[in-house]
């Protein structure tokens, strides 16, 4: 499975920015679509995820300004950031939890990353 995000750019404190990735290639079924950041100085952070059944859980550090969504029929995972500050710049990346075929284990998939940078 192949994921490619699109949406990062330049945005000035308390903007908006939304971020997408679409999976394509072949496989069974995807469980779980999210996304995770990581700046110079910190490790790949958890920020949100959905489900298939579209449930969604965020990390603390996202909670009322992140919104996470899924798109089954486009394969799609869309990340709407409001409120931005400094602190959100980062490279983002799109997650997905690949099962390749019926009956096998899920696998994790990792887009490229997409650069999001807030000037203040």
């Known amino acids: 499975v192949q994921l490619q995000a699109s949406g990062g750019g330049l945005v000035q404190a308390g903007g908006s920015l939304t971020l997408s990735c679409t999976a394509s290639g072949s496989y069974f079924s995807i469980t779980e679509m999210g996304w995770y950041r990581q700046s110079p100085i910190n490790e790949r952070d958890f920020l949100a995820r959905v489900t298939s059944g579209g449930s969604t859980n965020y990390a603390d550090s996202v909670k009322g300004r992140f919104s996470i969504s899924r798109d089954n029929a486009k394969n799609t995972v869309s990340l709407q950031m409001n409120s931005l500050n400094s602190e959100d710049t980062a490279v983002y990346y799109c997650?997905?939890?690949?099962?390749?075929?019926?009956?096998?284990?899920?696998?994790?998939?990792w887009g490229p990353g997409t650069l999001v940078t807030v000037s203040s």
């Open positions: 997650n997905a939890e690949v099962v390749p075929a019926e009956g096998l284990r899920s696998y994790a998939s």
